[in-house]
C-alpha cells in the first residue's frame, strides 16, 4: 500500500507525455502564397478569359475581319492590293513588260483620282498606253468585287508607293465616280475612251 501511493507520487512529479501539436506555417510563407494565388487569379482576368478562345490572343474577331479587309473598321489598302492586284501587276508595281504595265510612275495611276476610280470601277479591255508602251490586255473590273471604301484604300496605297507620291483617294471620290457611270456595264476600250476622262 505505502509502495502504491509512493508510486503515485512520483507519478505525479513527472512531466506528461510530450504530444505532436500543430506547428504553425511561419507567416511570410502564408504572405507569399497569398500573394502568388492573387496575382494568379489576376493574371487570369487580364488575359480576357471571356474572348473566343479560338482566336488565340486577345484580338477580336471584328479587329480580325478589318484586317482580312472584309468587315468593319479599317480597310487595308496593301492587303488589298496583295491579294487582288499584285498578281498582275507585281508586289513591286512594275508590272510584266509587254504584258502587264507598271502602276510605278503610271500616268494612268497619278493622274485625277476620278480616273483611277473609274480604271478600277469598270477594267480596261483594248490598247492602253503606260509611260510610252502600249499594252493589249485586259484589266478586270472591281467594282462589283470591291466596295467604295476598299477601292479607296487599294488606290491610296498604289499612289503612294512605289515611288508615286499622287496622294491618297477618298471614299466620296469612289462614290461619286461609281454614281456618275452607273449605266456602263462594258470596260473601257482603252486610250481612247480614257484620254477623255483624264
Ligand atoms: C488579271 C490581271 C490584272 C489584275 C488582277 C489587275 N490588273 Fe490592272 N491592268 C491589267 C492589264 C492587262 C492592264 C492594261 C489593260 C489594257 O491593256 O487594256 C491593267 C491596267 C491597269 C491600270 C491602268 C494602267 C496603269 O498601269 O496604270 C491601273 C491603274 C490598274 N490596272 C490598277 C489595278 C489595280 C489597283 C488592281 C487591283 C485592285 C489591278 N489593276 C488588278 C491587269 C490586271
Redesign the pocket.
Known sequence: MIQDINQADAQLREHPDPHESGTPVPRTVIAVVSLALLWAVGYIFMAHPSADPSLGDSRTSKELMAQAGGGAGAVDGAQ??GA??A???QASGS?VPG?????AG????NGKDSL?AN??LHG?????T?KGQA??????A?GDK?SDAQ?AA??SH?RTQFGNSAGKVDEAAVKAARESTKGRTTPWT?DDELAKLK
Do not use: D, N, R, T
Not at 124 to 128: A, E, F, M, T, V
Not at 135 to 140: E, I, L, N, S, T
Open positions: 488589298i492590293f487582288q492586284c498578281a498582275c501587276h508590272g504584258v502587264f504595265p507598271p502602276l503610271s500616268e494612268w495611276v483611277a480604271i478600277l480596261i479591255s483594248g490598247k492602253l503606260v499594252y493589249q490586255g485586259a484589266m478586270p472591281f470591291l477601292i487599294v488606290l498604289v482603252g
